[in-house]
């Protein structure tokens, strides 16, 4: 044992863990010792420290860049929605379970009226809180989170299909142009797509010392049914 390994394990500056042996202690060391986070008061939320922040603006500086030159706008919507909004979803989803607070699409009932108001192409950046979960795990699955989220409304489905696959590849290289990832892009079956999509398009990253593999981005065609839900319609001069 050199002296310096022996001095961390002494002041328990070091990383006590090995990858291979324990994933878990491994990775929650990595993340206080590398001062990416902080632990909170509150179960499943934790404290952004700088260098973590950092990678988010990274990020989002990325990302921003990227769907400006699409012609994609960013806007943001309340946190909060009302119940008989989100219960409107509920409904219309097949076991939907309003764990978080959603986005709702009732606004652009208000702003599509005419072809001309398409492609409507917006974008958040928003945190997200998820009220029931299990066994939090930090940048993984936690009670609040950041997050990006797209929402754009089309006259065609081939237009809205071309966006879908065109955000997958823009997620992919965040990973490995940006971030130094491998990732693989596929799409879900039927039972792991969003539940309010046609179909829903990933890309999957990979845990080498666990075997398993871990979900990166996903992109989804949502066809009609949110614009049947809400009424969302416009005129179409093609249609005598």
């Known amino acids: 044992m050199t002296a310096a390994v022996a001095a961390a394990k002494q002041t328990k500056l070091g990383i006590e863990f090995k990858k291979e042996e324990n994933l878990a202690d491994w990775y929650g060391q990595v993340i206080r010792k590398g001062e990416l986070i902080e632990n909170y008061d509150v179960a499943g939320c934790y404290i952004l420290r700088p260098w973590a922040y950092f990678i ?7 990302i921003d860049a990227e769907i400006t030159e699409m012609g994609v706008q960013n806007c943001y919507f309340p946190l909060f929605v009302s119940d008989a909004a989100l219960h409107r979803e509920q409904t219309h989803i097949a076991d939907f379970s309003p764990e978080v607070a959603w986005v709702t699409k009732s606004a652009y009932a208000k702003w599509i009226q005419s072809h001309r108001d398409l492609p409507l192409k917006l974008n958040q950046w928003n945190n997200v809180v ?3 979960f299990k066994n939090p795990q930090p940048f993984l699955r936690t009670r609040e989170f950041l997050w990006q989220e797209g929402h754009t409304a089309w006259a065609t489905k081939e237009e ?3 966006e879908v696959y065109q955000i997958l590849d823009l997620y992919t290289r965040v990973y490995t142009d940006l971030l130094a990832i491998p990732v693989i892009k ?9 539940a309010g999509a046609d179909w829903t398009t990933t890309i999957e990253g990979y845990i ?26 416009f005129e179409n001069p093609q249609i005598k």
């Open 56 to 62: 988010w603006e990274q990020i989002k500086a990325f």
């Open 160 to 162: 809205a299909s071309e």
């Open 186 to 194: 596929g799409r879900k079956t039927e039972k792991e797509k969003f």
């Open 208 to 233: 080498a010392a666990s075997g398993r593999g871990i979900q990166a981005a996903t992109s989804h065609h949502l066809d009609q049914n949110f614009s049947k839900m809400f009424d969302i319609t």
């Open 130 to 132: 998820r009220w029931e």
